[in-house]
């Protein structure tokens, strides 16, 4: 399979997501730009978690993750491609709602040098960060949790649909 092939046979790219909940789609981005590290859930060979900060970078149609190609992370994603990439947050105690953003789903491989040259340029990243570190998020799943003074708001997005799982 073709990187391009690969790009176009993702089930739910980021563009799905921003089409079917465009507000939620922004509001998932803008958490995302707030904090420039993530956090990325990977597994391990032996299927423990393996929790590392990393960038995300949002296109209009997809949700990238750019990795050093030799790095234990990116090993664990050619091995298992299932990931979650967790937004970052304040914390602060004078912010009365912290919220948080989730994108969960599986990776592929961008092996088309022209697409891979174009996301590694878009990310400010230069081309010589070298082959096979760029990454394309098939998603499955997109949560955004708002934790208040004694509430929490849980907001998922899956399948093309919206709904509210949770709030107190």
């Known amino acids: 399979m073709t990187s391009t092939d ?8 980021w563009s799905r997501v921003a089409e079917t909940a ?3 789609a922004a509001e ?3 958490l995302f ?3 420039p590290n993530k956090t990325l859930a990977t597994l391990r060979k032996d299927g423990s ?5 990393i960038e995300l970078w949002m296109t209009e149609e997809h949700a990238v993750v750019i990795l050093m190609a030799q790095s234990a992370k990116a090993r664990d994603i050619r091995r298992d491609p299932r990931i979650s990439v967790l937004s970052g947050s304040s914390g602060a105690s004078d912010v009365p709602v912290w919220p948080t953003a989730r994108i969960s789903g599986r990776v592929a491989p961008v092996a088309e040098a022209a697409l891979e040259a174009s996301l590694l340029e878009a990310a400010g990243v230069p081309a010589e960060f070298g082959a096979g570190s760029v990454f394309l998020i098939d998603i499955d799943e997109v949560v955004i949790t708002r934790i208040g ?4 708001e849980t907001v998922l997005w899956k ?3 919206l709904r509210h799982i949770g709030s107190n």
């Open 6 to 13: 690969a790009a176009s046979a993702l089930k739910s790219p």
């Open 22 to 24: 465009p507000e939620f």
């Open 28 to 30: 998932t981005a803008a």
């Open 33 to 35: 730009r707030a904090f």
């Open 49 to 53: 978690p393996r929790l590392a900060a």
């Open 149 to 152: 003074d004694n509430t929490m």
């Open 159 to 161: 399948d093309g649909r």
